[in-house]
């Protein structure tokens, strides 16, 4: 069965991508992208990156014993993996979200020891 350009009505071949006469796509974008694979917009910043860094800023300021942080750091690296995997924007957030994460769990510690210390000393 043959196939025709739906814009200039010439003959195309079976597995033609575009019509090598006008130039029209034959295929939609939908069509060109392999099972499995999902179409992302690659100029958004990924979602887990940027909750990852938010959560884990806040984890500077609000801290239930350092577990905001690790969530901040979850959700951080989630989205790094995710973001290597589709390309899309947001690595600095998702790096700087881990980064902070770490020195929150860190403030954590070093919190606890003082009012350790503190505690057995008064």
Known sequence: MAKYCTNCGKEVEKNDVFCQYCGKQLVEEKELVKEGETVVDPNRNNPLALAGFIVSL??????????????????????????KKTNENGKGFAIAGIIIGGAS?????????????????A
Do not use: R, Y
Request: hydrophobic residues 65%.
């Open 105 to 121: 769990i860190f403030l954590n510690i070093i919190g606890f020891i003082i009012l350790l210390f503190l505690s057995l000393w």
């Open 58 to 83: 806040g984890s500077l300021f609000i801290s239930f014993w350092g577990v905001t942080a690790i969530v901040g750091i979850v959700l951080s690296s989630v989205g790094l993996s995710k973001i």
